[in-house]
């Protein structure tokens, strides 16, 4: 049995600040249908930023038990503690204020002293809970034979809350293929993975982990890994952001450009990180395990890095 401690700052969604976070809304067609510009209200534009903050805590008891010498059967638990906060402002980028000294949208007062500025409600908010339970089924089908290989089978249920981000509100099944071999003190690994989400907003992955731990002591070892999460399928239309608009003006002299939100529209978000940890063995039956992951790429919602310690016991 065992527990481990994370601790996540989310920073950025695919190379982008979340306190830079930007969401832009331009006017409705309200002139010739399809031609964006024959009304001065369409170059009127509202600029959202975000200024968002995003925190996860989670703490994981964990239970191995081992049927036989070659099968082992587990359960995860996780207590999750996810923290939201925004001090958002909305900005009117106003065309027919600096065209005609007149701001046909404002925030108050009236279209000649227009308030162009304003920041809504802050949003400071958190939820604690259990995130996703899982079970897990490891068999190790080939041992000293050079190369030891093993199968896991994991089953994740819906059980956190995912309106609350706690969980991931989809049940979802993990298989993967682990094969290792020592040299001395050095042990190389290989880990091959597919994970099918049953999600209609997210997408199955393929896992692929490789990477070595190296015993510098009895009771120290170094591991390095590298960590690999690459989506499968089809992109998710809902997902895909619409391509900017161009609003023009009759005579062609003035053009607009509106991207929606200044994220990179990505097709895929794959997420590879990299992993430097340690195993500490003060006694036969502790283990104290400590380890950062570090972003090697910019797809997804991620932190600079991710600390987690924890702690395993055997009787």
Same mark, same amino acid.
């Given at each position: 049995?065992?527990? *481990?401690?994370?601790?996540?700052?989310?920073?950025?969604?695919?190379?982008?600040?979340?306190?830079?976070?930007?969401?832009?809304? $331009?006017?409705?067609?309200?002139?010739?249908?399809?031609?964006?510009?024959?009304?001065?209200?369409?170059?009127?534009?509202? *600029?959202?930023?975000?200024?968002?903050?995003?925190?996860? $805590?989670?703490?994981?008891?964990?239970? =191995?038990?081992?049927?036989?010498?070659?099968?082992?059967?587990?359960? #995860?638990?996780?207590?999750?503690?996810? %923290?939201?906060?925004?001090?958002?402002?909305?900005?009117?980028?106003?065309?027919?204020?600096?065209? +005609?000294?007149?701001?046909?949208?404002?925030?108050?007062?009236?279209?000649?002293?227009?308030?162009?500025?304003?920041?809504?409600?802050?949003?400071?908010?958190?939820?604690?809970?259990?995130?996703d339970i899982a079970?897990?089924?490891?068999?190790n089908f080939l041992?000293?034979?050079?190369?030891?290989?093993?199968?896991?089978?994991?089953?994740?249920? #819906?059980?956190?809350?995912?309106?609350?981000?706690?969980? /991931?509100?989809? =049940?979802?099944?993990?298989?993967?293929?682990?094969? /290792?071999?020592?040299?001395?003190?050095?042990?190389?690994?290989?880990?091959?993975?597919?994970?099918?989400?049953? $999600?209609?907003?997210?997408?199955?992955?393929?896992?692929?982990?490789?990477?070595?731990?190296?015993?510098? /002591?009895? =009771?120290?070892?170094?591991?390095?890994?590298?960590?690999?999460?690459?989506?499968?399928?089809?992109?998710?239309?809902?997902?895909?952001?619409?391509?900017?608009?161009?609003?023009? %003006?009759?005579?062609?002299?003035?053009?607009?450009?509106?991207?929606?939100?200044?994220?990179?529209?990505?097709?895929?978000? +794959?997420?590879? +990180?990299?992993?430097?940890?340690?195993?500490?063995?003060?006694?036969? =039956?502790?283990?104290?395990?400590?380890?950062?992951?570090?972003?090697?790429?910019?797809?997804?919602?991620?932190?600079?890095?991710?600390?987690?310690?924890? #702690?395993?016991?055997?009787?």
């Amino acid at each position: 049995m065992g527990f *481990n401690f994370t601790r996540i700052n989310y920073t950025k969604i695919r190379g982008i600040d979340t306190k830079n976070l930007l969401l832009s809304f $331009s006017h409705q067609d309200v002139g010739e249908l399809g031609v964006l510009g024959d009304s001065p209200n369409e170059f009127d534009v509202i *600029n959202f930023f975000m200024n968002l903050d995003v925190n996860a $805590s989670i703490f994981a008891f964990y239970f =191995s038990f081992g049927v036989t010498d070659n099968l082992d059967l587990g359960v #995860a638990i996780p207590m999750v503690n996810v %923290s939201i906060k925004a001090n958002p402002l909305a900005v009117v980028d106003s065309y027919t204020f600096v065209k +005609n000294d007149s701001a046909n949208h404002h925030f108050g007062d009236d279209a000649a002293n227009p308030v162009l500025q304003k920041k809504p409600t802050p949003i400071d908010d958190d939820a604690t809970g259990v995130g996703d339970i899982a079970i897990r089924a490891k068999y190790n089908f080939l041992k000293d034979k050079g190369v030891d290989l093993a199968a896991l089978a994991e089953y994740r249920f #819906a059980t956190g809350d995912g309106s609350n981000f706690l969980g /991931s509100g989809d =049940s979802r099944v993990k298989l993967a293929l682990i094969a /290792s071999k020592s040299f001395g003190d050095f042990t190389p690994h290989v880990n091959l993975g597919y994970e099918i989400k049953n $999600s209609k907003t997210q997408r199955d992955r393929f896992g692929l982990f490789i990477g070595y731990d190296q015993k510098l /002591s009895e =009771s120290l070892t170094l591991a390095l890994d590298f960590i690999g999460e690459y989506e499968l399928g089809d992109p998710i239309k809902d997902q895909v952001f619409p391509e900017p608009v161009v609003i023009q %003006s009759p005579d062609g002299r003035f053009t607009k450009k509106v991207a929606y939100t200044n994220l990179p529209n990505s097709l895929t978000d +794959n997420i590879i +990180n990299g992993s430097l940890g340690f195993k500490f063995n003060p006694k036969k =039956s502790l283990m104290i395990i400590g380890n950062v992951f570090f972003p090697l790429n910019e797809g997804g919602l991620r932190a600079d890095f991710i600390p987690t310690l924890g #702690a395993e016991f055997s009787f």
